[in-house]
């Protein structure tokens, strides 16, 4: 990770000038979005399993995306805290912090959170973890194989039961078909069968428990009942 990244979408004088600190940077309540904290878009994995750059993550001033400085403090202070409004209770929301030397900001510390305080002020604890579709292919009759990896967040106690594959958007709407988590697997496969010939699905992973659900990607796929082409060139070795 760079130790500091020049943000040049930062205004002058907006609280990162003088000297070396930390903001603390929260989405609005109830965005459960992980990049409404992300600086720039990119993303680790993990504990530097693999880093993601790319049309997702577009670097850029567009791609800064912070919902809400919540509070911003100066070395030599070790802590940082924020009242959070009553819109903040029961919501789903995410937070990072980043710290910033004269106006020059960080990646991050270290990894978002996502986090949901209950009506009497106290953190719920969720499912938490990063994930992407590493594959989409077609299938004969029009289906469609996704493949996808996820890990869950270092130290959580919350895992998945169980990983689902849905059609949020498309022509057709087609039950949703899920797969079992296993601990220590990382790599996973769902199916979804015959979709409609030249439909265009918008397709979304999730993992799943019995009381929480969390995104963790999502792909569009135009279904073709002609199913993967034809192997060509089969050569003997």
């Known amino acids: 990770m760079t130790p500091f990244s020049d943000n040049p979408v930062v205004p002058i004088n907006n609280g990162l000038e003088g000297g070396l600190g930390v903001a603390m940077y929260l989405s609005s309540p109830g965005v459960d979005d992980q990049s409404r904290i992300e600086f720039r878009r990119v993303r680790t994995i993990s504990t530097n399993r693999w880093l993601v750059l790319g049309t997702n993550w577009a670097p850029g001033s567009s791609a800064f995306l912070g919902d809400v400085v919540a509070a911003i403090v100066k070395s030599p202070t070790v802590e940082i805290s924020a009242a959070l409004a009553a819109s903040y209770n029961s919501a789903v929301f995410w937070c990072q912090l980043r710290t910033h030397n004269d106006g020059i900001e960080n990646d991050t510390i270290w990894r978002p959170r996502r986090v949901s305080i209950d009506s009497g002020g106290d953190v719920v604890a969720l499912l938490e973890g990063t994930g992407r579709i590493t594959e989409v292919r077609k299938l004969d009759g029009g289906g469609v194989l996704v493949e ?31 797969v079992s988590f296993v ?30 659900t969390l995104l963790i990607d999502s792909a569009s796929f135009t279904a073709d009942s002609s199913g993967p082409d034809m192997v060509q060139d089969l050569g003997v070795c």
């Open 148 to 178: 996808f990896e996820f890990y869950p967040a270092q130290g959580t106690t919350v895992l998945p039961i169980t990983f689902a594959l849905s059609a949020a958007t498309g022509p057709t709407s087609p039950t949703a078909v899920s």
């Open 183 to 212: 601990t220590g697997q990382t790599k996973y496969s769902l199916t979804l069968p015959t979709l409609q010939d030249a439909g265009v699905y918008g397709l979304e992973i999730h993992a799943v428990n019995s009381s929480d």
